[in-house]
């Protein structure tokens, strides 16, 4: 709604109120000065009868009291088959209440399957931009899915150009691997600036998501289709595991402090529907999506339940410490048989594996010497050493891992052993770019130099620009085309198909298109 028009209805709203002008209506005008939709709306998490509507009010989101007066507030929202409304389907109340701040999660159910529906929240008689849900296919049905995943969004070293195309395209789904927000300190002299220090509080993160939120090309990638989110590091400490955190010197009491404070304000501003804990530092995430029968998505967690990098953080010269320790985990005992049983039992057509860190490795066979990342799957080897023999008894030729983290485009062979090259492909890894972390990028990665290309084979595309991964998902097929925008310090940088590549259901590997 623009000003003009909000404005208009402000003062209808403020003519309706005047016959009785009580205390509370008058602080509520007051309330209401400016949108409380401000932050946007988002849906996500869906099924083949509903899913999760989001949206958070708050009329100065990065005010201390973000603009509302702390008393709870009702919240009516409406799901209807036309972008009119004038077919409604569905229609309720939330309290939406100060201490989740002002957070609003409706778990719509009771929609027909494979359909696109839209939705809108009203306060007062202010209502919201519309939205679009769109329910699954019906169980058993192969019905295609075009999809986009994307990852790391530092709002300081670039814009979201990335997302004003991926709002352009049509797609039934939007996966985000994670780095949604970055915790650091504003700094100087970027594209944009982050409000405040580095965050730790729970207002900390509840602002620097507010600040995200805001951006309006994020806000209309939401508002375009169903989001499943899951969160990498950022989202609270740099490289963090379980809860040990970047700082050697933070406490683990502080990281839980810190992670309940993270994790809350993700809660708050995501579309998720996900268990409550008892304490918001163990808030587990995991969870899986289902496309009909044709794909399903395992939205994995390799942040809270791994154990500390084995040797230390960054790059390590194996071997060392724990590195190649069968105890190291990054999916922590619950979750690795979740995954594992779950790939195993499910009859869908395709396993995609949502996740954050590179699966593949850095060096093929490494020897006595080597570096090695210890933050990615290579710093806990047994750890991906039974996650694929799983894939390989399960699901060899029908297993996507889909990869974020690390600011640039892979698509990689997974083969059963990575250190030892003879092995059967049996699934494939497609690593997304950022959407604006590293700045405007280049088309190799310094980190991915030419004379490392010969030492993985595996590695079939490489780049290093930013954008986002969308995917064509058939019974038989799936094809993945890397979208890329060449710069995001200044707005308006065109789309441009970096590559195109296709893997075929139960023949492992990769061809370019
Ligand atoms: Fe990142």
Redesign the pocket.
Known sequence: MDRRNFLGDLSRHAAICAAVPTVERLSRRLRFAENPFALGVASGDPHATGGVLWTRLASRPLDPDWGMDGVRTPVVWEVAEDDQFGRIVQRGRYMAAPELGYSVHVDVGGLLPDRWYFYRFRVSDIASPTGRLRTTPAEGALTPLRFAFA??Q?YETGLFTAYQHMAAEELDLVAHL??YI?EYAGINGRVRKHDGFECRSLDDYRRRYAQYKLDPLLQAAHARAPWVVTW???EVDNNYAGEIGENVYESSEQMRARRAAGYQAWWEHQPVRVPRAASWADLSIRRSLEWGALAKFWVMDTRQFRSDQPCGDGNQRVPCGKWGDPGATVLGESQERWLVDGIGQSSARWQVLTQQIMFAPETTEPKPGDSIYMDVWSGYPKARDRLLTAIGERAAGRTVVLT????SNYVQDVRLGFDRPDRPIIATEFVGT?IS?EGDGADRSPFFPLEAEAKRPEVRWHNHRRGYVSCTVTPTDWRADFQLVDYVSRPGAPKVRGASWRCEHGRPGVTKV
Do not use: E, Q, T
């Open positions: 990852s790391c530092h994670g780095d970055y990498d590091d950022h974020g983290d690390i600011h950022s972390s």
